[in-house]
Protein backbone atom coordinates (compact mmCIF):
# COMPACT_ATOMS: atom_id res chain seq x y z
CA UNK A 1 0.00 0.00 0.00
CA UNK A 2 1.62 3.70 -1.36
CA UNK A 3 1.03 6.42 0.63
CA UNK A 4 -1.25 8.14 -1.39
CA UNK A 5 -3.77 5.19 -0.40
CA UNK A 6 -2.83 5.64 3.35
CA UNK A 7 -3.78 9.15 3.01
CA UNK A 8 -6.94 8.96 0.68
CA UNK A 9 -8.24 6.09 3.17
CA UNK A 10 -8.46 8.79 5.84
CA UNK A 11 -9.23 11.50 3.89
CA UNK A 12 -12.48 9.74 2.65
CA UNK A 13 -13.56 9.28 6.30
CA UNK A 14 -13.14 13.19 7.00
CA UNK A 15 -15.01 13.65 3.59
CA UNK A 16 -17.76 11.53 4.12
CA UNK A 17 -18.35 13.26 7.89
CA UNK A 18 -18.97 16.49 5.86
CA UNK A 19 -21.75 15.31 4.28
CA UNK A 20 -24.30 15.66 6.90
CA UNK A 21 -27.19 14.95 4.31
CA UNK A 22 -25.69 11.65 2.98
CA UNK A 23 -26.19 13.10 -0.57
CA UNK A 24 -22.69 12.13 -1.67
CA UNK A 25 -21.74 16.03 -2.23
CA UNK A 26 -19.99 18.55 0.40
CA UNK A 27 -20.56 22.60 0.18
CA UNK A 28 -17.41 24.58 -0.71
CA UNK A 29 -17.12 26.15 2.59
CA UNK A 30 -16.64 22.75 4.17
CA UNK A 31 -14.10 21.54 1.74
CA UNK A 32 -12.04 24.90 2.22
CA UNK A 33 -11.71 24.37 5.68
CA UNK A 34 -10.84 20.64 4.95
CA UNK A 35 -8.01 21.84 2.93
CA UNK A 36 -6.70 24.77 4.75
CA UNK A 37 -6.13 21.60 7.15
CA UNK A 38 -4.69 18.98 5.23
CA UNK A 39 -2.74 21.91 4.06
CA UNK A 40 -1.25 22.47 7.74
CA UNK A 41 -1.05 18.66 8.78
CA UNK A 42 0.75 17.57 5.83
CA UNK A 43 3.36 20.40 5.59
CA UNK A 44 2.14 22.12 2.37
CA UNK A 45 2.40 25.27 1.09
CA UNK A 46 -1.20 26.09 1.32
CA UNK A 47 -2.84 27.97 -1.81
CA UNK A 48 -5.87 29.82 -0.67
CA UNK A 49 -6.91 30.53 -3.85
CA UNK A 50 -6.60 27.17 -5.65
CA UNK A 51 -9.77 25.92 -4.90
CA UNK A 52 -11.55 28.62 -6.08
CA UNK A 53 -9.85 28.70 -9.13
CA UNK A 54 -10.29 25.22 -9.70
CA UNK A 55 -14.07 25.29 -9.58
CA UNK A 56 -14.45 28.34 -11.16
CA UNK A 57 -16.61 27.06 -14.21
CA UNK A 58 -18.62 25.11 -11.69
CA UNK A 59 -21.69 26.81 -9.90
CA UNK A 60 -22.58 27.49 -6.56
CA UNK A 61 -23.76 24.28 -5.34
CA UNK A 62 -21.94 21.18 -3.48
CA UNK A 63 -19.16 19.08 -5.14
CA UNK A 64 -19.24 15.47 -5.05
CA UNK A 65 -16.04 13.06 -3.93
CA UNK A 66 -15.13 12.84 -7.72
CA UNK A 67 -15.44 16.25 -8.23
CA UNK A 68 -13.08 16.92 -5.40
CA UNK A 69 -10.88 14.30 -6.12
CA UNK A 70 -9.21 15.91 -9.18
CA UNK A 71 -8.46 19.11 -6.95
CA UNK A 72 -6.89 16.80 -4.15
CA UNK A 73 -4.65 14.79 -6.39
CA UNK A 74 -3.52 18.16 -7.85
CA UNK A 75 -2.53 20.23 -4.91
CA UNK A 76 -2.13 18.31 -2.26
CA UNK A 77 -1.36 14.80 -2.61
CA UNK A 78 0.98 15.10 -5.54
CA UNK A 79 2.79 17.51 -3.38
CA UNK A 80 3.32 15.15 -0.32
CA UNK A 81 6.49 14.02 0.17
CA UNK A 82 6.86 11.00 2.65
CA UNK A 83 9.07 11.83 5.67
CA UNK A 84 8.32 15.46 5.63
CA UNK A 85 4.89 15.39 8.16
CA UNK A 86 3.72 13.42 11.13
CA UNK A 87 1.34 10.76 9.94
CA UNK A 88 -0.28 10.91 13.60
CA UNK A 89 -0.92 14.36 13.24
CA UNK A 90 -2.77 13.81 9.74
CA UNK A 91 -4.97 10.65 11.05
CA UNK A 92 -6.10 13.03 14.59
CA UNK A 93 -7.20 15.62 12.03
CA UNK A 94 -9.41 13.04 10.10
CA UNK A 95 -10.67 11.04 13.36
CA UNK A 96 -11.31 14.29 15.06
CA UNK A 97 -13.95 15.08 11.31
CA UNK A 98 -14.97 11.70 11.46
CA UNK A 99 -15.86 10.78 15.14
CA UNK A 100 -18.01 13.53 16.19
CA UNK A 101 -20.45 12.29 13.55
CA UNK A 102 -20.16 8.51 13.47
CA UNK A 103 -18.58 7.62 16.70
CA UNK A 104 -20.92 6.46 19.54
CA UNK A 105 -19.56 5.21 22.52
CA UNK A 106 -21.03 4.38 25.99
CA UNK A 107 -22.29 7.27 27.53
CA UNK A 108 -22.31 5.91 31.10
CA UNK A 109 -18.10 5.21 31.09
CA UNK A 110 -18.74 1.54 30.52
CA UNK A 111 -16.89 1.36 26.96
CA UNK A 112 -13.98 -0.91 26.72
CA UNK A 113 -11.31 1.23 24.94
CA UNK A 114 -10.71 5.51 25.49
CA UNK A 115 -11.40 7.69 22.92
CA UNK A 116 -7.71 7.45 22.03
CA UNK A 117 -7.69 3.76 21.81
CA UNK A 118 -10.84 3.97 19.63
CA UNK A 119 -8.23 6.23 17.41
CA UNK A 120 -5.54 3.48 17.31
CA UNK A 121 -8.14 0.66 16.59
CA UNK A 122 -9.27 3.06 13.52
CA UNK A 123 -6.08 3.64 12.30
CA UNK A 124 -5.25 0.07 11.94
CA UNK A 125 -8.56 -0.76 10.65
CA UNK A 126 -7.82 1.55 7.76
CA UNK A 127 -4.23 -0.23 7.51
CA UNK A 128 -5.96 -3.65 7.07
CA UNK A 129 -8.86 -2.80 5.42
CA UNK A 130 -9.87 -3.58 1.61
CA UNK A 131 -8.93 -0.71 -0.87
CA UNK A 132 -12.22 -0.43 -2.15
CA UNK A 133 -14.76 1.90 -0.91
CA UNK A 134 -16.86 2.05 1.15
CA UNK A 135 -13.88 0.77 3.33
CA UNK A 136 -14.28 -2.77 5.46
CA UNK A 137 -12.41 -4.76 6.92
CA UNK A 138 -12.85 -8.61 6.04
CA UNK A 139 -13.46 -11.22 8.23
CA UNK A 140 -10.15 -13.02 8.29
CA UNK A 141 -8.48 -9.52 8.82
CA UNK A 142 -10.54 -8.85 12.12
CA UNK A 143 -9.58 -12.25 13.35
CA UNK A 144 -5.86 -11.30 12.76
CA UNK A 145 -6.28 -7.98 14.13
CA UNK A 146 -7.99 -9.33 17.63
CA UNK A 147 -5.40 -12.06 18.04
CA UNK A 148 -2.76 -9.30 17.73
CA UNK A 149 -3.90 -7.62 20.83
CA UNK A 150 -5.14 -10.45 22.68
CA UNK A 151 -1.63 -12.03 22.61
CA UNK A 152 -0.34 -8.88 23.44
CA UNK A 153 -2.45 -9.07 26.58
CA UNK A 154 -1.23 -12.87 26.47
CA UNK A 155 -5.37 -13.83 25.94
CA UNK A 156 -6.56 -16.44 23.65
CA UNK A 157 -9.12 -15.48 21.52
CA UNK A 158 -12.14 -17.23 20.92
CA UNK A 159 -12.69 -17.80 17.85
CA UNK A 160 -15.75 -19.77 17.46
CA UNK A 161 -17.41 -16.94 19.12
CA UNK A 162 -16.01 -14.32 16.57
CA UNK A 163 -17.29 -16.74 13.71
CA UNK A 164 -20.94 -16.80 15.43
CA UNK A 165 -20.45 -12.58 15.92
CA UNK A 166 -19.76 -12.45 12.05
CA UNK A 167 -22.74 -14.92 10.92
CA UNK A 168 -25.52 -13.08 13.09
CA UNK A 169 -24.27 -9.64 11.32
CA UNK A 170 -26.57 -8.69 8.39
CA UNK A 171 -22.73 -7.81 6.44
CA UNK A 172 -20.76 -9.63 8.44
CA UNK A 173 -19.32 -11.90 5.48
CA UNK A 174 -18.55 -9.65 3.54
CA UNK A 175 -16.64 -7.61 5.99
CA UNK A 176 -17.08 -4.86 9.22
CA UNK A 177 -16.71 -1.24 8.80
CA UNK A 178 -14.79 0.73 11.00
CA UNK A 179 -17.79 1.57 13.24
CA UNK A 180 -18.98 -2.30 13.72
CA UNK A 181 -15.64 -2.98 14.60
CA UNK A 182 -15.38 -0.45 17.31
CA UNK A 183 -18.86 -1.14 18.47
CA UNK A 184 -17.73 -5.02 18.64
CA UNK A 185 -14.50 -4.18 20.54
CA UNK A 186 -16.73 -1.76 22.54
CA UNK A 187 -19.45 -4.41 23.84
CA UNK A 188 -16.91 -6.18 25.48
CA UNK A 189 -17.37 -9.77 24.22
CA UNK A 190 -14.33 -10.86 23.17
CA UNK A 191 -12.02 -8.53 26.20
CA UNK A 192 -14.39 -9.53 28.99
CA UNK A 193 -12.79 -9.33 32.54
CA UNK A 194 -9.81 -7.14 30.99
CA UNK A 195 -9.28 -4.10 32.19
CA UNK A 196 -8.80 -1.49 29.92
CA UNK A 197 -5.77 -0.12 30.94
CA UNK A 198 -4.09 -3.69 29.90
CA UNK A 199 -5.96 -3.32 27.00
CA UNK A 200 -5.00 0.21 25.93
CA UNK A 201 -1.27 -1.23 26.26
CA UNK A 202 -1.77 -3.40 24.04
CA UNK A 203 -3.41 -1.15 21.27
CA UNK A 204 -0.54 0.86 22.09
CA UNK A 205 1.77 -2.37 21.63
CA UNK A 206 0.03 -3.23 18.33
CA UNK A 207 -0.60 0.17 16.76
CA UNK A 208 3.22 0.88 17.38
CA UNK A 209 3.92 -2.19 15.94
CA UNK A 210 1.75 -2.26 12.75
CA UNK A 211 0.92 1.30 12.11
CA UNK A 212 4.57 3.11 13.31
CA UNK A 213 6.88 -0.33 12.04
CA UNK A 214 8.14 -1.04 15.58
CA UNK A 215 9.23 -4.78 14.92
CA UNK A 216 10.81 -4.79 18.69
CA UNK A 217 11.28 -2.12 21.43
CA UNK A 218 12.63 -3.06 25.14
CA UNK A 219 15.74 -2.13 27.72
CA UNK A 220 18.97 -2.82 26.57
CA UNK A 221 22.72 -2.68 27.78
CA UNK A 222 24.93 -1.24 25.42
CA UNK A 223 28.68 -0.88 25.57
CA UNK A 224 29.59 2.60 24.70
CA UNK A 225 32.57 3.66 21.84
CA UNK A 226 34.51 5.99 23.44
CA UNK A 227 34.47 5.15 26.95
CA UNK A 228 33.58 1.38 26.91
CA UNK A 229 31.46 1.38 29.75
CA UNK A 230 27.75 -0.07 29.57
CA UNK A 231 24.67 1.95 29.91
CA UNK A 232 20.99 0.67 29.66
CA UNK A 233 18.58 2.14 26.96
CA UNK A 234 15.44 1.96 25.55
CA UNK A 235 15.92 0.52 22.10
CA UNK A 236 13.31 0.70 19.33
CA UNK A 237 13.93 -1.45 16.46
CA UNK A 238 12.36 -0.35 12.96
CA UNK A 239 12.80 -1.68 9.28
CA UNK A 240 15.35 1.23 8.70
CA UNK A 241 16.83 2.17 11.84
CA UNK A 242 17.76 0.55 15.39
CA UNK A 243 17.38 3.77 17.55
CA UNK A 244 18.14 3.88 21.42
CA UNK A 245 16.74 6.47 24.05
CA UNK A 246 17.57 7.47 27.77
CA UNK A 247 14.28 5.74 28.66
CA UNK A 248 11.28 4.44 27.54
CA UNK A 249 9.20 7.71 27.16
CA UNK A 250 11.28 8.26 24.03
CA UNK A 251 12.34 12.45 24.87
CA UNK A 252 15.57 12.14 24.74
CA UNK A 253 16.84 10.12 21.39
CA UNK A 254 20.73 9.18 22.23
CA UNK A 255 21.72 7.62 18.73
CA UNK A 256 20.99 5.31 15.78
CA UNK A 257 21.85 2.34 14.33
CA UNK A 258 21.12 2.48 10.43
CA UNK A 259 20.57 -1.12 8.68
CA UNK A 260 21.02 -2.42 5.14
CA UNK A 261 21.45 -5.38 3.09
CA UNK A 262 25.07 -5.31 4.52
CA UNK A 263 24.50 -5.55 8.03
CA UNK A 264 24.28 -8.82 10.39
CA UNK A 265 23.84 -9.98 14.06
CA UNK A 266 25.83 -12.09 16.02
CA UNK A 267 25.63 -13.19 19.49
CA UNK A 268 28.48 -13.52 21.74
CA UNK A 269 30.07 -14.99 24.49
CA UNK A 270 29.48 -13.78 27.87
CA UNK A 271 32.08 -11.27 29.24
CA UNK A 272 33.10 -8.07 31.16
CA UNK A 273 30.34 -9.77 34.12
CA UNK A 274 27.73 -9.24 30.90
CA UNK A 275 25.27 -11.98 29.68
CA UNK A 276 23.38 -12.75 26.84
CA UNK A 277 25.42 -10.87 24.94
CA UNK A 278 25.00 -10.31 20.97
CA UNK A 279 26.56 -7.31 18.29
CA UNK A 280 25.27 -5.81 15.36
CA UNK A 281 27.67 -5.22 12.71
CA UNK A 282 27.73 -2.38 10.15
CA UNK A 283 29.83 -1.17 7.09
CA UNK A 284 31.31 1.17 9.90
CA UNK A 285 31.19 -0.34 13.06
CA UNK A 286 30.43 -3.11 15.61
CA UNK A 287 27.43 -2.41 18.04
CA UNK A 288 27.46 -4.76 21.74
CA UNK A 289 24.94 -5.60 23.42
CA UNK A 290 23.47 -7.50 26.56
CA UNK A 291 19.87 -8.67 27.16
CA UNK A 292 18.28 -9.61 30.26
CA UNK A 293 18.14 -13.49 29.17
CA UNK A 294 18.44 -15.59 26.82
CA UNK A 295 14.81 -14.83 24.81
CA UNK A 296 15.07 -11.69 24.76
CA UNK A 297 18.72 -12.24 23.36
CA UNK A 298 16.86 -14.32 20.55
CA UNK A 299 13.68 -12.28 19.99
CA UNK A 300 16.32 -9.41 19.58
CA UNK A 301 18.63 -10.80 17.16
CA UNK A 302 15.47 -12.50 14.92
CA UNK A 303 14.17 -9.15 15.12
CA UNK A 304 17.04 -7.74 13.47
CA UNK A 305 17.53 -9.83 11.09
CA UNK A 306 13.89 -9.71 9.88
CA UNK A 307 14.99 -5.82 9.64
CA UNK A 308 18.11 -7.02 7.77
CA UNK A 309 16.02 -8.82 5.11
CA UNK A 310 13.34 -6.51 4.43
CA UNK A 311 16.31 -4.00 3.58
CA UNK A 312 17.31 -6.55 1.63
CA UNK A 313 14.02 -7.34 -0.19
CA UNK A 314 13.39 -3.46 -0.68
CA UNK A 315 10.59 -3.39 1.29
CA UNK A 316 10.23 -0.74 3.94
CA UNK A 317 7.42 -2.17 6.07
CA UNK A 318 6.93 -6.17 7.45
CA UNK A 319 3.36 -5.32 8.21
CA UNK A 320 2.45 -4.06 4.77
CA UNK A 321 4.35 -7.03 2.96
CA UNK A 322 2.44 -10.00 5.05
CA UNK A 323 -0.53 -7.77 4.61
CA UNK A 324 -0.25 -8.51 1.10
CA UNK A 325 1.03 -12.18 1.35
CA UNK A 326 -2.49 -12.65 3.39
CA UNK A 327 -4.73 -10.57 1.12
CA UNK A 328 -3.16 -12.96 -2.20
CA UNK A 329 -3.67 -15.94 0.36
CA UNK A 330 -7.01 -15.19 0.26
CA UNK A 331 -7.21 -14.62 -3.37
CA UNK A 332 -5.94 -17.39 -4.14
CA UNK A 333 -8.26 -19.27 -1.87
CA UNK A 334 -11.33 -17.47 -3.34
CA UNK A 335 -9.83 -18.90 -6.72
CA UNK A 336 -9.43 -22.52 -5.32
CA UNK A 337 -13.09 -22.16 -3.75
CA UNK A 338 -14.59 -20.63 -7.40
CA UNK A 339 -12.96 -23.47 -8.97
CA UNK A 340 -14.14 -25.84 -6.65
CA UNK A 341 -17.08 -24.55 -7.29
CA UNK A 342 -16.99 -24.54 -10.72
CA UNK A 343 -15.86 -28.45 -10.70
CA UNK A 344 -18.67 -28.92 -8.52
CA UNK A 345 -21.32 -27.10 -11.10
CA UNK A 346 -19.52 -29.09 -13.84
CA UNK A 347 -19.71 -32.48 -11.91
CA UNK A 348 -23.14 -31.98 -11.47
CA UNK A 349 -24.47 -31.01 -14.93
CA UNK A 350 -22.52 -34.12 -15.86
CA UNK A 351 -24.64 -35.83 -13.65
CA UNK A 352 -27.54 -34.39 -14.69
CA UNK A 353 -26.35 -35.32 -18.47
CA UNK A 354 -26.09 -38.65 -17.03
CA UNK A 355 -29.91 -39.15 -15.35
CA UNK A 356 -31.18 -37.31 -18.68
CA UNK A 357 -29.33 -40.03 -20.38
CA UNK A 358 -30.32 -42.74 -18.37
CA UNK A 359 -33.83 -41.89 -18.38
CA UNK A 360 -33.50 -41.96 -22.22
CA UNK A 361 -31.81 -45.40 -22.41
CA UNK A 362 -34.84 -46.49 -19.53
CA UNK A 363 -37.41 -45.09 -22.50
CA UNK A 364 -35.75 -46.40 -25.79
CA UNK A 365 -36.04 -50.11 -23.43
CA UNK A 366 -39.45 -49.34 -22.94
CA UNK A 367 -39.75 -48.71 -26.58
CA UNK A 368 -37.90 -51.58 -27.16
CA UNK A 369 -40.13 -53.97 -24.90
CA UNK A 370 -43.21 -52.39 -26.80
CA UNK A 371 -41.58 -53.45 -30.31
CA UNK A 372 -41.23 -56.68 -28.84
CA UNK A 373 -44.97 -57.17 -27.48
CA UNK A 374 -46.36 -55.58 -30.84
CA UNK A 375 -43.91 -57.98 -32.74
CA UNK A 376 -44.97 -61.02 -30.70
CA UNK A 377 -48.85 -60.11 -31.60
CA UNK A 378 -48.05 -59.81 -34.60
CA UNK A 379 -46.22 -63.42 -34.83
CA UNK A 380 -49.51 -64.81 -32.97
CA UNK A 381 -51.76 -63.06 -35.65
CA UNK A 382 -49.45 -65.06 -38.28
CA UNK A 383 -49.39 -67.92 -36.66
CA UNK A 384 -53.53 -67.99 -36.40
CA UNK A 385 -53.45 -66.91 -39.69
CA UNK A 386 -51.32 -70.06 -40.84
CA UNK A 387 -53.59 -72.58 -38.49
CA UNK A 388 -56.54 -71.29 -40.61
CA UNK A 389 -54.77 -71.22 -43.65
CA UNK A 390 -54.30 -74.97 -42.88
CA UNK A 391 -57.46 -75.95 -41.91
CA UNK A 392 -58.95 -74.31 -44.52
CA UNK A 393 -56.43 -76.87 -47.10
CA UNK A 394 -57.39 -79.69 -44.66
CA UNK A 395 -60.79 -79.43 -46.18
CA UNK A 396 -60.05 -78.86 -49.31
CA UNK A 397 -58.48 -81.77 -49.08
CA UNK A 398 -61.09 -83.57 -47.52
CA UNK A 399 -62.98 -82.30 -50.34
CA UNK A 400 -60.73 -83.39 -52.90
CA UNK A 401 -60.48 -86.76 -51.75
CA UNK A 402 -64.37 -87.38 -52.03
CA UNK A 403 -64.39 -85.68 -55.63
CA UNK A 404 -61.62 -88.30 -56.27
CA UNK A 405 -63.61 -91.76 -54.93
CA UNK A 406 -66.47 -90.24 -56.87
CA UNK A 407 -63.95 -89.89 -60.03
CA UNK A 408 -63.10 -92.96 -59.69
CA UNK A 409 -66.19 -94.44 -59.34
CA UNK A 410 -67.12 -92.93 -62.58
CA UNK A 411 -64.06 -94.21 -64.39
CA UNK A 412 -64.70 -97.51 -64.46
CA UNK A 413 -67.87 -97.00 -65.74
CA UNK A 414 -66.11 -94.93 -68.65
CA UNK A 415 -63.29 -97.51 -68.92
CA UNK A 416 -64.70 -99.74 -71.64
CA UNK A 417 -66.16 -96.75 -73.74
CA UNK A 418 -62.82 -94.63 -73.18
CA UNK A 419 -60.46 -97.19 -75.10
CA UNK A 420 -62.90 -97.18 -77.99
CA UNK A 421 -61.69 -93.05 -78.13
CA UNK A 422 -58.14 -93.33 -77.45
CA UNK A 423 -57.30 -93.93 -81.24
CA UNK A 424 -59.57 -91.16 -82.43
CA UNK A 425 -58.18 -88.79 -80.10
CA UNK A 426 -54.88 -89.78 -80.91
CA UNK A 427 -55.42 -88.72 -84.97
CA UNK A 428 -57.28 -85.50 -83.24
CA UNK A 429 -54.85 -84.68 -81.55
CA UNK A 430 -51.83 -85.10 -84.00
CA UNK A 431 -54.20 -82.75 -86.35
CA UNK A 432 -54.39 -80.20 -83.70
CA UNK A 433 -50.89 -79.87 -83.15
CA UNK A 434 -50.02 -79.09 -86.64
CA UNK A 435 -53.00 -76.82 -86.84
CA UNK A 436 -51.24 -75.11 -83.59
CA UNK A 437 -47.94 -75.05 -85.02
CA UNK A 438 -49.16 -73.21 -88.16
CA UNK A 439 -51.57 -70.75 -85.69
CA UNK A 440 -48.74 -69.86 -83.62
CA UNK A 441 -46.29 -69.18 -86.67
CA UNK A 442 -48.85 -66.78 -87.81
CA UNK A 443 -49.62 -65.06 -85.09
CA UNK A 444 -45.41 -64.90 -84.32
CA UNK A 445 -45.32 -63.42 -87.43
CA UNK A 446 -47.88 -60.73 -86.91
CA UNK A 447 -46.38 -60.13 -83.72
CA UNK A 448 -43.14 -59.59 -84.93
CA UNK A 449 -44.60 -57.04 -87.29
CA UNK A 450 -46.68 -55.20 -85.08
CA UNK A 451 -43.79 -54.60 -82.67
CA UNK A 452 -41.40 -53.40 -85.90
CA UNK A 453 -44.39 -51.01 -86.38
CA UNK A 454 -44.94 -49.58 -82.94
CA UNK A 455 -40.71 -49.48 -82.34
CA UNK A 456 -40.80 -47.54 -85.60
CA UNK A 457 -43.72 -44.91 -84.58
CA UNK A 458 -42.44 -44.85 -80.86
CA UNK A 459 -39.05 -43.70 -82.33
CA UNK A 460 -40.26 -41.26 -84.35
CA UNK A 461 -42.53 -40.12 -81.81
CA UNK A 462 -39.76 -40.15 -79.43
CA UNK A 463 -37.71 -37.68 -81.90
CA UNK A 464 -40.35 -35.58 -82.79
CA UNK A 465 -40.60 -35.20 -78.56
CA UNK A 466 -37.51 -34.90 -77.91
CA UNK A 467 -37.24 -32.04 -80.58
CA UNK A 468 -39.98 -30.26 -79.13
CA UNK A 469 -38.33 -30.50 -75.34
CA UNK A 470 -34.83 -29.12 -76.99
CA UNK A 471 -36.55 -26.29 -78.26
CA UNK A 472 -38.30 -25.74 -75.00
CA UNK A 473 -35.19 -26.38 -72.77
CA UNK A 474 -33.01 -24.13 -75.03
CA UNK A 475 -36.55 -21.29 -74.68
CA UNK A 476 -36.43 -21.81 -70.39
CA UNK A 477 -32.42 -22.16 -70.07
CA UNK A 478 -31.97 -18.96 -68.87
CA UNK A 479 -35.35 -18.68 -66.83
CA UNK A 480 -33.64 -21.59 -65.21
CA UNK A 481 -30.44 -20.40 -64.31
CA UNK A 482 -32.27 -17.08 -63.16
CA UNK A 483 -34.61 -19.78 -60.90
CA UNK A 484 -31.72 -22.21 -59.72
CA UNK A 485 -30.30 -19.54 -58.31
CA UNK A 486 -33.30 -18.57 -56.10
CA UNK A 487 -34.07 -22.15 -55.39
CA UNK A 488 -31.33 -23.64 -54.71
CA UNK A 489 -31.79 -23.70 -51.06
CA UNK A 490 -35.41 -24.35 -51.32
CA UNK A 491 -34.06 -27.51 -53.84
CA UNK A 492 -31.91 -28.78 -51.61
CA UNK A 493 -34.70 -28.41 -48.52
CA UNK A 494 -36.73 -30.60 -50.91
CA UNK A 495 -33.95 -32.87 -52.06
CA UNK A 496 -33.47 -33.51 -48.64
CA UNK A 497 -37.30 -34.32 -48.06
CA UNK A 498 -37.81 -36.10 -51.95
CA UNK A 499 -34.61 -38.53 -50.16
CA UNK A 500 -36.29 -39.31 -46.94
CA UNK A 501 -39.60 -39.83 -48.88
CA UNK A 502 -37.67 -42.02 -51.23
CA UNK A 503 -36.16 -43.92 -48.63
CA UNK A 504 -39.67 -44.48 -47.28
CA UNK A 505 -40.55 -45.48 -50.21
CA UNK A 506 -37.76 -47.68 -51.11
CA UNK A 507 -38.37 -49.35 -47.64
CA UNK A 508 -42.19 -49.97 -48.59
CA UNK A 509 -41.34 -51.52 -52.50
CA UNK A 510 -38.96 -53.63 -50.83
CA UNK A 511 -42.32 -54.72 -48.74
CA UNK A 512 -44.00 -54.70 -51.50
CA UNK A 513 -41.45 -56.87 -53.51
CA UNK A 514 -41.62 -59.94 -50.68
CA UNK A 515 -45.28 -59.53 -50.84
CA UNK A 516 -45.09 -59.73 -54.55
CA UNK A 517 -42.93 -62.71 -54.72
CA UNK A 518 -45.29 -64.28 -52.27
CA UNK A 519 -48.17 -63.81 -54.17
CA UNK A 520 -46.26 -64.38 -57.53
CA UNK A 521 -45.24 -67.78 -56.06
CA UNK A 522 -49.08 -68.32 -55.12
CA UNK A 523 -50.09 -67.53 -58.46
CA UNK A 524 -47.87 -69.67 -60.00
CA UNK A 525 -49.17 -72.46 -57.77
CA UNK A 526 -52.66 -71.91 -58.96
CA UNK A 527 -51.53 -71.46 -62.86
CA UNK A 528 -50.05 -75.11 -62.42
CA UNK A 529 -52.90 -76.46 -60.64
CA UNK A 530 -55.09 -74.63 -63.65
CA UNK A 531 -53.00 -75.95 -66.47
CA UNK A 532 -53.40 -79.59 -64.56
CA UNK A 533 -56.64 -79.25 -64.43
CA UNK A 534 -57.55 -77.49 -67.70
CA UNK A 535 -55.20 -80.49 -69.06
CA UNK A 536 -57.36 -83.21 -67.43
CA UNK A 537 -60.66 -81.20 -68.81
CA UNK A 538 -59.32 -81.61 -72.34
CA UNK A 539 -58.51 -84.66 -71.96
CA UNK A 540 -61.41 -86.30 -70.90
CA UNK A 541 -63.62 -83.78 -73.26
CA UNK A 542 -62.08 -85.29 -76.03
CA UNK A 543 -62.65 -88.79 -74.34
CA UNK A 544 -66.35 -87.48 -74.68
CA UNK A 545 -66.73 -86.51 -78.02
CA UNK A 546 -65.13 -89.91 -79.08
CA UNK A 547 -67.66 -91.63 -76.97
CA UNK A 548 -70.54 -89.65 -78.49
CA UNK A 549 -69.51 -90.12 -82.27
CA UNK A 550 -72.96 -92.45 -83.63
CA UNK A 551 -71.79 -95.67 -84.27
CA UNK A 552 -71.91 -97.01 -87.72
CA UNK A 553 -74.13 -99.06 -89.65
CA UNK A 554 -73.25 -102.93 -89.51
CA UNK A 555 -71.62 -102.50 -85.36
CA UNK A 556 -73.20 -105.37 -83.61
CA UNK A 557 -72.88 -103.38 -80.31
CA UNK A 558 -74.97 -100.78 -81.64
CA UNK A 559 -78.23 -103.19 -82.31
CA UNK A 560 -77.13 -105.15 -78.85
CA UNK A 561 -76.64 -102.42 -76.61
CA UNK A 562 -78.68 -99.22 -78.11
CA UNK A 563 -80.08 -98.81 -75.18
CA UNK A 564 -77.18 -98.22 -73.25
CA UNK A 565 -76.21 -94.90 -74.51
CA UNK A 566 -79.68 -93.68 -75.35
CA UNK A 567 -78.91 -90.97 -72.12
CA UNK A 568 -75.70 -89.63 -73.81
CA UNK A 569 -77.92 -87.73 -76.87
CA UNK A 570 -77.99 -85.02 -75.21
CA UNK A 571 -74.25 -84.44 -75.08
CA UNK A 572 -73.88 -84.96 -78.60
CA UNK A 573 -75.35 -81.67 -79.12
CA UNK A 574 -72.75 -80.13 -76.58
CA UNK A 575 -69.95 -81.66 -78.16
CA UNK A 576 -70.86 -80.10 -81.79
CA UNK A 577 -70.81 -76.90 -80.23
CA UNK A 578 -67.52 -77.86 -77.92
CA UNK A 579 -65.62 -78.55 -81.43
CA UNK A 580 -67.28 -75.14 -83.35
CA UNK A 581 -66.19 -72.91 -80.14
CA UNK A 582 -62.91 -75.02 -80.53
CA UNK A 583 -62.55 -73.98 -84.12
CA UNK A 584 -62.92 -70.30 -83.26
CA UNK A 585 -60.27 -70.22 -80.47
CA UNK A 586 -57.62 -71.59 -83.05
CA UNK A 587 -58.60 -68.94 -85.50
CA UNK A 588 -57.79 -66.45 -83.10
CA UNK A 589 -53.98 -67.94 -81.57
CA UNK A 590 -55.67 -68.35 -78.03
CA UNK A 591 -53.90 -70.40 -75.94
CA UNK A 592 -54.77 -73.78 -75.86
CA UNK A 593 -55.34 -74.10 -72.26
CA UNK A 594 -57.67 -71.05 -71.71
CA UNK A 595 -59.79 -72.83 -74.99
CA UNK A 596 -59.76 -76.02 -72.54
CA UNK A 597 -61.07 -73.92 -69.89
CA UNK A 598 -63.59 -71.93 -71.84
CA UNK A 599 -64.57 -75.11 -73.38
CA UNK A 600 -65.30 -76.82 -69.84
CA UNK A 601 -67.39 -73.51 -69.15
CA UNK A 602 -69.70 -74.48 -71.90
CA UNK A 603 -69.84 -77.59 -70.94
CA UNK A 604 -71.41 -76.43 -67.87
CA UNK A 605 -69.37 -78.63 -65.59
CA UNK A 606 -70.16 -81.85 -66.66
CA UNK A 607 -66.97 -83.05 -67.86
CA UNK A 608 -65.70 -82.57 -64.31
CA UNK A 609 -67.90 -85.29 -63.30
CA UNK A 610 -65.82 -87.99 -65.86
CA UNK A 611 -63.15 -90.25 -65.06
CA UNK A 612 -59.31 -89.75 -66.11
CA UNK A 613 -56.61 -92.51 -66.27
CA UNK A 614 -54.41 -89.72 -64.19
CA UNK A 615 -57.53 -88.65 -61.15
CA UNK A 616 -55.16 -90.19 -58.36
CA UNK A 617 -52.46 -87.65 -59.51
CA UNK A 618 -54.80 -84.36 -59.86
CA UNK A 619 -56.40 -85.22 -56.49
CA UNK A 620 -53.17 -85.97 -54.59
CA UNK A 621 -50.81 -82.79 -56.11
CA UNK A 622 -52.47 -79.72 -54.50
CA UNK A 623 -51.53 -82.24 -50.79
CA UNK A 624 -48.22 -82.24 -51.91
Request: proline share 3%; charged share 35%; glycine share 4%.
Amino acid sequence: MDLRAELLKSIWYAFTALDVEKSGKVSKSQLKVLSHNLYTVLCIPHDPVALEEHFRDDDDGPVSSQGYMPYLNKYILDKVEEGAFVKENFDELCWTLTAKKNYKPDRNGNSVVSHQDAFKLWCLFNFLSEDKYPLVMVPDEVEYLLKKICTAMNVELNSCELEDFLSQEPQGQGGLTVWQFLDMVNSGRFLRGIEQEAISMAVEEVYQEVIEDVLKQGYLWKKGQLRRNWSERWFMLKPSALSYYMSEERKEKKGSITLDKHCCVEVLPDRDGKRCMFCVKTSSRTYEMSASDTRQRQEWTLAIQTAIRLQAEGKKSLHKDLKQKRREEREQREQRKAAKEEETQRLKQLQEEKERKLQELELLKEAQRQAEILLQEEEQRRRQQHEEMQRTLEIQLLEAEQARASMQAEMVLKEAEAERQRKRILELEDMQERLQEALQQEVKARQDEEAVRYAQARLLAEEEEKLKQLMKLKEEQEEYIIRTQREKQVLKQEMENKNKCLEEAQKQLEEVRVNRQRVDQDVMAAQRKLRQASTNVKHWNVQMNRLMHPIGPGDKRTNVSGGVFAGYQPLLSRRDSSLKLKQRVEDKGSDPTTENSKENVSNGGNSSMLPSPDADTMATEPTN
